[in-house]
């Protein structure tokens, strides 16, 4: 049941904050919903610089606002803490489509059309990529084929990329020097001929011959970085995760953030970059003090957030690592002919162990790219492995998009203290696709979102977002709000609703991209609730969040974020 604020606890925190000058910004006249412990609601908030000075009552917090004071009447909206995005690629999402627009094909044909388009604006020869297009989410639940592709685009390279997989045409086999002849078990064959069928697992992706991406100086990169990220201020983010940078590549957030251009907070995971396989601990222990980084290190605008490595591969090319062969769908949707395929794993338990151990030595959070079930097991294994040595709880370790989760995963994940990072919006896009490939007996440990909360696993929401700028239209929509109500409905894109045994609260979800998320990056004393004395960093929504219908949630618009006191977007 939710509870009221106490009028006491305005007074009590505006008096602690050690000054009286009146509160530059006041929200009344709404329904504040807080997200700290008790989940309590209150009706205005005071701002004083870039904190939360006070939270209570319409009449004590509108005594506090000054001759300067702005004051926000909410007209019995919402106020919300500033959602915060558990893991994105804005960087790369920056870039997709500078050059023109990019599409979402939904079809087999509209996938085909586009190229058509595209062969149009290119030359003879000249390749034709489309960065992230996963074939499952078409309609008919299959990429174009070699031959519709060679229909449409005879004399053009065609690579339509599915991030750990993908399909090409066979102008791309002749400019790769791809033939008949090449031995490659990612290079996949028509089961009735023995011939390439266009279809590739990621263990081939390194043998096409593709262009080099465009260099683009600090400043554009940053200019198209400030747009994306001011779209993301209009969905309510003020927060996010990047799902994994280059170190080097940290310079571009510091580089808006010394101009004052910067409108979100990022905790920035790096892709690992010393080599551990066949090394010891100690040695890759050295390597990591070497970096002269941490987890945790910078300030409240830009933190250095997890060391991150790659586990399999994905479920929509149906390279994920499972507990069981993928099965007979398998070989109708992806072209797999192996009887005991379980998907592609990139590391041993060894491995892992080896990096997690030398990692949480050297005061680092720990996290991989780990999409089945069996990849799930196997990082719990390496967590449970090193907390033999040292406790794992107090690393905050988490598994990245973490799909499937048995029973006896979710009881060892919350043993740990390991967090669940999840992309809520894969099982709005992928969960029907998923079914009809799996079955409904292994889809019960898909996304169970009920099941981790009882257990005490901490569920992070976030998109996987890498292309395509619009936030329903991007290849991984990153819109929030289609996220929280897939969670609360268990609803998908093609009208199912799947295992709604596992659908969790609206107050529950909001936790989830909000202070869960804080709690991830070691920030929930800063920010992920509305409390007296954190970070000012807020979102006003059009409707009443606790109590519109569940199919509104999806509806939801922002009308106004405020980061540290400052409105970075407003309707």
């Known amino acids: 049941m939710l509870k009221c604020l106490p009028v006491w606890l305005v007074w009590l925190s505006f008096a602690c904050s050690g000054s009286r000058q009146p509160a530059d910004l006041v929200f009344y006249n709404g329904k504040v919903v807080t997200v700290d412990s008790a989940f309590m609601v209150a009706r205005a908030v005071a701002v004083r610089g870039s904190r939360i000075a006070a939270v209570g009552s319409d009449k004590e917090v509108l005594a506090l606002a000054g001759p300067q004071t702005r004051k926000v009447d909410l007209a019995g909206r919402c106020l919300l803490p500033g959602l915060i995005e558990a893991h994105a690629h804005p960087e790369m999402a920056s870039l997709s489509e500078v050059e023109r627009p990019l599409v979402n094909p939904r079809t087999v044909k509209e996938c085909l ?64 020097g791809i033939t008949e002849k090449t031995d490659n078990p990612g290079l996949l064959r028509d089961p009735a001929t023995g011939r390439l069928n266009g279809k590739l697992r990621f263990t081939a992706l390194p043998l096409l011959k593709l262009p080099d991406n465009p260099v683009r100086s600090i400043p554009e990169r940053a200019e198209a970085l400030e747009k994306m990220l001011a779209l993301y201020n209009r969905v309510g983010f003020t927060s996010f995760t990047s799902g994994a940078l280059r170190l080097a590549d940290t310079t571009l957030y510091n580089y808006l953030k010394i101009r004052d251009r910067l409108t979100v907070r990022a905790f920035l995971n790096i892709f690992n970059p010393v080599e551990y396989k066949g090394r010891t601990v100690a040695d890759v222990r050295r390597d990591l003090e070497a970096l002269g980084v941490k987890t945790g290190d910078g ?93 794992v709880p107090p690393l905050r370790c988490s598994i990245i998009h973490c799909n499937f989760f048995t029973p006896e995963a979710i009881a060892k994940a919350a043993r740990l203290g390991v967090i669940a990072d999840m992309q809520p919006a894969w099982f709005y896009k992928d969960a029907d696709a998923m079914l009809y490939i799996l079955g409904p007996e292994r889809m019960k440990t898909f996304n169970p979102y009920r099941s981790l909360i009882d257990a005490g ?103 106004m974020t405020v980061l540290g006191g400052k409105v970075v977007y407003e309707k």
């Open 113 to 176: 059309d586009w190229v058509s388009e595209m062969v149009k604006l290119k030359g003879p020869g000249q390749w034709i990529i489309h960065p992230k297009l996963f074939a499952t989410r078409l309609a008919e639940m299959r990429p174009p084929t070699l031959a519709e592709l060679d229909s449409v685009a005879p004399k053009n390279p065609v690579f339509l990329n599915g991030s750990y997989g993908g399909s090409v045409n066979s102008a791309a086999l002749e400019a790769s």
């Open 457 to 559: 696993v901490l569920i992070c929401a976030g998109s996987d977002h890498m292309v395509i700028t619009d936030d329903i239209e991007s290849i991984n929509p990153y819109n929030p709000w289609w996220a929280i109500w897939s969670m609360v409905t268990r609803k998908t894109e093609r009208g199912s609703v799947i295992d709604p045994q596992e659908a969790i609260t609206r107050e529950e979800a909001l936790r989830c991209y909000t202070i869960n998320n804080a709690y991830a990056s070691f920030e929930e004393h800063l920010k992920g609730s509305i409390q007296p004395g954190k970070l000012a960093d807020l979102a006003v929504i059009d409707r009443d969040y606790l109590a519109c219908p569940d199919d509104e949630l999806r509806e939801i618009k922002v009308d």
């Open 299 to 391: 300030d409240e605008w830009v933190r250095i957030g997890a060391l991150k490595t790659t586990i399999d591969g994905g479920i929509l090319t149906g390279t994920a690592y499972l507990t069981e062969p993928w099965g007979p769908k398998a070989r109708e949707i992806f072209g797999v002919v192996e009887p005991d395929y379980r998907g592609i794993v990139r590391l041993s338990v060894d491995e892992f162990e080896v990096f997690a151990r030398a990692g949480a030595e050297t005061g680092w959070k720990v996290t991989a790219h780990c999409t089945g079930g069996a990849g799930v097991d196997l990082m719990l294994e390496g967590f449970e492995r090193v907390d033999r040595e040292m406790p």
